[in-house]
């Protein structure tokens, strides 16, 4: 089993920046591809970025490609997602979720294993 926490959700202006994490407990957090998802009130959970266990590949949906960045700690079993530049439509629930697959398509929300219990994003117009 692998416990996720994410926190640094808040409230923050468009154009603002926010910085969540996701900290892991419980396995080998290097022995994990990591990925960020979103949901939105009424929308299905998104794919927003992942990184690879050993933070070489990174993947981002082309609504945040330039504006967030993911990078992982392996020392201290994060995973980080900066946002930058934020929009209304970034408002979601932000979940870090944990694959333990190889090869595992990580934009596909089924591939992974373990799911934090999400924070709230909130970007004013």
């Known amino acids: 089993q692998v416990q996720l926490v994410e926190s640094g959700g808040g409230l923050v202006q468009a154009g603002g920046s926010l910085r969540l994490s996701c900290a892991a407990s419980g396995r080998t957090f290097s022995n994990y591809d990591m990925g960020w998802f979103r949901q939105a009130p009424g929308k299905e959970r998104e794919f927003v970025a992942a990184?690879?266990?050993?933070?070489?590949?990174?993947a981002y949906a082309d609504s945040v490609q330039g504006r967030f960045t993911i990078s992982r700690d392996n020392a201290k079993n994060t995973v980080y997602l900066q946002m930058n530049s934020l929009k209304p439509e970034d408002t979601a629930v932000y979940y870090c979720a944990a694959d333990s697959g190889y090869y595992s398509n990580l934009r596909n929300r089924a591939e992974y294993d373990y799911w934090g219990q999400g924070t709230q994003v909130t970007v004013s117009s």
């Open positions: 990184i690879r266990r050993s933070g070489g590949r990174t």
